[in-house]
Structure formats: structure tokens, C-alpha cells
């Protein structure tokens, strides 16, 4: 009776334990079942916002850079799909802000997450290209106009350098900023940054030169890259070049036999993978005639008359110096002045207007020239302005040979020239700090002939008046080839090219319109009509963000092409170094920790810095688990087994 008194006993106290164990593990499976229902929570970086409505602005980078590549595909859909996962992070009421570097009027609203979501698949690359503070700014402009609840800022991007602003980016306390720095692939890569063309004015059948200028923004020197030149679509320049690691090349490419009018020119360069700036374009004019002013003081200069009529390539226009059209001075690459007594202060301004848009002028003092009016015409252009009249046989001692205008004029120079003699001449003052190019000087480093640079133009004064009282000059066999090289390089035609997002206002020759008479911008089956203003002289055209695809497009009004104008990408894209974790933590220092991009998805980290670390699965996970260990008891804890002591 008592060994089974003892086994009994040894019985009760086990199954004793086991009631008490399954109990336990029931009471703690309800405990975190009722925790999982409660959502219980971490507090986080914003967890007080938890409940409130909340407007949230999310830029998609999609410039150029974003379309490189990466172990997830190219970096703009990783970017889509990024922003989705952002969204998804808050509540069904929460409002959502697309933005992207279009900068575009629609995206100037609040949309819900269905409509932002079918936004964000809209989005395509773009040749914009804005900084980290133009980007926080326009983000913080919308949300503090149309939000009065909780803000948040999220950037998604690359960071490319060419986003960092000078200064640190000035954000606004009530909204949180978060950036989402995407990895891309380092690549290779070399692009044309712009063209020059040597010669302003183009003459048909003549020989041309174009300076490229090749950038390689890489890290390893660029091998024998293929490069060649289309004008009109047909080849007219080929070269290969090799660039050193991030170094600037300029390389010149020869070319001639064009023909009278626009000139579509585009360079090609083979440069994989990165291929979004492998074509530069750019648009010259080619003249049949080059007009020449000839402004003088009521009789002809028989000398001037001469020159510009020994090429029938020059079309000289003689007008008094009382009737000078002003409206129509810019279209004129060369203006001459001579055999004017005094000039009018109306001629002394427009001529000045003329020079500082890129006009080139040529000064011949008259015989009896007003010396103070020469000074109120001269000065405020820093050119030089004859002050006194000296009598006495000199003789033209030196040529300033470095001078663009003897270039190519020359195919040998002799020991002892032949130079222009001078017997009466104007003494040239200048202004303190000018800085003359002399073609010519007289004993004593006198000026003769000389040059100034003034705005965007040229100004030539002489020291004598065409006339044979003052020297041989007029009938010297220089005089001629001088003229011709002032003319030829003279010329303030509109630039080669624009770059898109950069330059809004077109400046061209005067072009008169009227309500049927639109200009418009035309390119394949793609036509834009830009606004239009009227300047004195000149007509101001404004794309704004009309434009997004690069290329050659034709100027037209009523179907009559007018000019031809070259749009390219903005190079700043094409330097693929991108900014570290620390100089972001400099640039934006009120924003959060970077998140980077990678397999795992935002929805959890955002959703861990606004509301907090949720332990509802957590939760669950531990019932199932407790209600695993009561099954388990149940199952395999034995209370009949005897044991003899």
C-alpha cells in the first residue's frame, strides 16, 4: 500500500505541472493575441503624427543620369517604384505631391495614392536638371499653401555633384525631409560640350574650322573615340580622339564646300553605354552677300566705295549720317563711320547699343572733326577718340602681326614693308584701364589704328581721315586686305546653339509679325509657338518649358523658314559622380538619414520613422508560438509513467 501510495503521489504532482504549463502557455497565447489587436508600437522620429492626415511631396529624379543602370534595372523605374513604396506607407487618407524636374503645372496639386500611383507611372526622362534647394523649395511652396497638417519631404535621386547648391539648403521647421539615394553603376563616359565655329561671317565654297571642345568626366582616359562632323546630313569631318581622365580637349575639324543658306550641323561621337550626350548639334548661316553700313557726313567716300566694290560678295549700304535708320542697325555685321563732323547724340547711343550686342564698328575721323562730340561718341564705349590735330611727316612703323586681322593675310612678311606715310593725324586718348589691340603704330608707340573690345563687339578708330591731305592710307596696298579681315571677322549673328531649361529668350535678327503672321518652331511633326516680343533692332523669342527634345528646328513664319536654331541637353548630366552620404548629411542638414536603395523594400523603414516600430506581428508570432508549446505539452508530457524510488 505504500509503493502505491508513492506512485499515486508521483502521478498527481506531474499532471499537477503539466494543468499548471498548459495554463501558462494559454494565458499567454490570449495576452498577445489581445497585444496584437491593441497595436502596440515603438514611438518613432514622427511617431506623434500617428493618426493625423498628413501631405506628403515625393520628387522622382528623372534626368539624363537616371537612365543608367543598375542590378535592378535603370534607376528611373527603380525610382517609380521606390515612390509607390513610399505611398503605400501611409494611410488611405493621407495626401500625396508628385514632383520631378519638369517642374510641370499639374504636378501642383495634391492627388490621393491611386492618382499619385498612375502619375508616377506617367513620368519620363526629362533634360531638366535642378538643385537640391530649387527642388526642397518648390516641395516646401506647395505643401505650406495647401496643407495645414503634418508635411513630409522625400527625395528620391541619385545625387549627381551638379545638384549640390553653393550654399546649405535652407528648409522650413514643420516639415520632415527624407532622401532615398539610389546606387548606380560606375560608367565610362565622354561628351562634346560646344562648338566654335573660327570665321563669323560664312561665304560659300570657302574653307571653315570648328573647335570642339570634348570633356571626359571619367576616371580613366578615353581611347581613340570615333568622332565626325554632319552638315546637311552629309560627312564633312571625321577624327579619333583620345581624352585624359577628367580633362577638357579642344580639337579642330576642317571642312568646306558649303552651299548658300541654313546649315544643319550635327557631331556624333560613339561612346557606349552612356549615349544620351553623344550628339551635339549647332546651325549656321551661310550668306550669299555680307550688308556693309556706310555712314558718312553727306558725300561719298570714293575710297570706301572702292574696297567693299572689288568683292561682289560685300553689298555696301551708303546712307548721310541724318538719315540712319536705327531699327535696322542690327542687321548690319559691319557699320563704318567716316567723314562725320560731329556726331548726334541719337547716332553716338544706337551705335553704342549696336557695339554691345555684337556689332563691329570702324571709326574714320572727319577733316574737321568735333573733337568733343568724337569723345561723347568714343568714350563711353572705352574705345579711343582723336583729341588733337598734329602736322608733320611720320611714317607707320609697326604691325601688330599677333592681331587676328593679319592673320592668314600674309604669306611671307618682308624684312623691310612698305608702310603708310602719314602727314597730318589725330592723337588717340583712351580711358585709364582700356586695353587696345593696335593694328598700327606711328614712332613713340603711337596709335595709328586701333581696336577695342566693348560689350560683345569691336570697335576700330583711326587716327586719320580717309583723305589724301591726312596720309597714303586709302590708296595703301594694306588698306584693302584690312578691311576685307575687320568685315570678315565682324558679325553678330545668333549663337550656334541653346542649351534646353537653361536659355528661355532667343535674341534674333528683326523679324515683323502680325496676327497671321505667327513664328513657330518646327521639327519633324512636332511645332511650338513660342511668345514673341519686339526690340528695337532685334526680336526676343521664349520657349520656356515648351521645349524637351533636342535638335535642329526650323524657325518658320507662314511655311518660309527664317532661321534655324540648334537646341542641346544641359552637360552638367553628363559628369555621372554622385555626392556621398556625408556631404548630403552637409547640404540638407535638418534631413533625416539617408535610405538607401536595395532589394528590401521602404514601405517598412518609412513606415518605422512615422508611426513608429509596429509589434502587432510580433505579437502574433509569439501566440502562435505559445499555442505551438501548449500542443506540444499536451502531446508529449507523460504523467502516467511510475517510478520506484
Not at 319 to 331: C, E, F, K, Q, R
Request: include cysteine; hydrophobic fraction near 40%; proline fraction near 5%.
Amino acid at each position: 500500500m505504500q509503493f502505491l501510495k508513492e506512485i499515486q503521489e508521483q502521478q498527481s504532482s506531474r499532471k499537477n505541472l503539466k494543468e499548471r504549463l498548459i495554463l501558462a502557455a494559454r494565458m499567454l497565447a490570449i495576452t498577445f493575441l489581445v497585444f496584437a489587436f491593441a497595436k502596440p508600437y515603438i514611438p518613432g522620429q514622427n511617431a506623434a503624427n500617428a493618426g493625423k492626415q498628413q501631405g506628403v511631396s515625393i520628387f522622382v529624379d528623372n534626368s539624363y543620369s537616371m537612365q543608367t543602370l543598375n542590378s535592378e534595372g535603370t534607376l528611373l523605374d527603380e525610382a517609380k517604384r521606390r515612390a509607390k513604396e513610399i505611398a503605400q506607407a501611409y494611410n488611405i487618407n493621407d495626401r500625396f505631391q508628385l514632383l520631378t524636374q519638369d517642374f510641370e503645372g499639374k504636378h501642383q496639386r495634391l492627388l490621393s495614392r491611386d492618382e499619385f500611383n498612375d502619375a508616377v507611372d506617367a513620368v519620363k526622362i526629362s533634360p531638366q536638371s535642378r538643385n537640391l534647394q530649387q527642388i526642397i523649395s518648390r516641395q516646401q511652396s506647395l505643401l505650406t499653401t495647401q496643407m495645414a497638417g503634418i508635411k513630409s519631404v522625400y527625395i528620391i535621386s541619385d545625387f549627381q555633384k551638379n545638384m549640390a547648391p553653393l550654399q546649405p539648403v535652407k528648409t522650413d521647421t514643420g516639415i520632415n525631409i527624407s532622401l532615398v539615394q539610389l546606387k548606380a553603376s560606375k560608367l565610362p563616359n565622354i561628351a562634346v560640350d560646344s562648338v566654335q565655329l573660327l570665321s563669323a561671317i560664312h561665304r560659300p565654297g570657302e574653307s571653315e574650322k570648328a573647335v570642339v571642345r570634348l570633356h571626359n568626366y571619367a576616371d580613366e582616359t578615353a581611347e581613340k573615340i570615333p568622332l565626325k562632323l554632319l552638315i546637311n546630313g552629309q560627312q564633312k569631318a571625321l577624327g579619333s580622339y583620345t581624352v585624359d581622365p577628367r580633362s577638357v580637349q579642344y580639337d579642330t575639324l576642317a571642312f568646306s564646300g558649303l552651299q548658300v543658306g541654313w546649315q544643319r550641323a550635327q557631331i556624333t561621337l560613339q561612346d557606349n553605354p552612356v549615349t544620351f550626350d553623344n550628339q551635339f548639334y549647332f546651325a549656321f548661316n551661310v550668306k550669299q552677300q555680307m550688308p556693309v553700313l556706310l555712314i558718312d557726313g553727306g558725300i561719298v567716300n570714293p575710297y570706301l566705295k572702292a574696297v567693299f566694290a572689288a568683292d561682289p560678295f560685300f553689298a555696301p549700304n551708303r546712307v548721310p549720317d541724318g538719315n540712319v535708320d536705327y531699327a535696322s542697325l542690327n542687321t548690319y555685321p559691319l557699320i563704318v563711320v567716316s567723314d562725320v563732323n560731329a556726331v548726334s547724340t541719337g547716332l553716338s547711343q544706337q551705335l553704342k547699343t549696336y557695339v554691345a550686342k555684337g556689332g563691329t564698328l570702324v571709326v574714320f575721323p572727319s577733316i574737321e572733326a568735333d573733337l568733343t562730340s568724337y569723345r561723347s561718341f568714343l568714350e563711353p564705349m572705352h574705345a579711343a577718340w582723336p583729341e588733337k590735330l598734329i602736322t608733320g611727316n611720320v611714317k607707320v612703323d609697326g604691325l601688330n602681326l599677333q592681331n587676328a586681322v593679319f592673320k592668314s593675310i600674309f604669306e611671307s612678311f618682308p624684312q623691310n614693308p612698305d608702310l603708310p606715310v602719314v602727314k597730318k593725324y589725330y592723337t588717340l586718348s583712351q580711358a585709364p584701364g582700356s586695353r587696345p589691340e593696335n593694328l598700327m603704330t606711328m614712332p613713340g608707340r603711337q596709335s595709328f589704328w586701333t581696336g577695342f573690345a566693348s560689350g560683345k563687339g569691336k570697335v576700330y578708330v583711326s587716327a586719320v581721315a580717309l583723305n589724301d591731305d591726312f596720309s597714303n592710307l586709302p590708296r595703301h596696298a594694306l588698306f584693302v586686305p584690312i578691311m576685307f579681315r575687320i568685315a570678315l571677322l565682324s558679325g553678330h549673328d545668333q549663337p550656334l546653339f541653346y542649351t534646353l531649361g537653361k536659355d528661355e529668350a532667343i535674341e534674333i535678327p528683326p523679324i515683323q509679325t502680325n496676327d497671321k503672321q505667327i513664328l513657330k518652331l518646327v521639327k519633324n511633326s512636332q511645332s511650338i509657338i513660342p511668345d514673341t516680343r519686339q526690340l528695337e533692332g532685334s526680336t526676343l523669342l521664349f520657349v520656356a518649358d515648351q521645349l524637351h527634345d533636342t535638335g535642329l528646328y526650323d524657325l518658320e513664319k507662314q511655311d518660309s523658314t527664317v532661321a534655324v536654331i540648334a537646341f542641346n541637353d544641359n552637360r552638367s548630366e553628363s559628369d555621372l559622380s554622385y555626392l556621398s552620404i556625408a556631404e548630403l548629411g552637409k547640404l540638407v542638414p535638418r534631413a533625416g538619414a539617408v535610405l538607401e536603395g536595395g532589394k528590401a523594400s521602404l514601405k517598412g523603414a518609412v513606415t518605422e520613422t512615422n508611426f513608429g516600430l509596429q509589434l502587432w506581428k510580433l505579437c502574433i508570432i509569439l501566440a502562435l508560438i505559445c499555442l505551438g508549446m501548449e500542443i506540444l505539452l499536451i502531446r508529449y508530457f507523460k504523467t502516467d509513467q511510475k517510478r520506484v524510488s
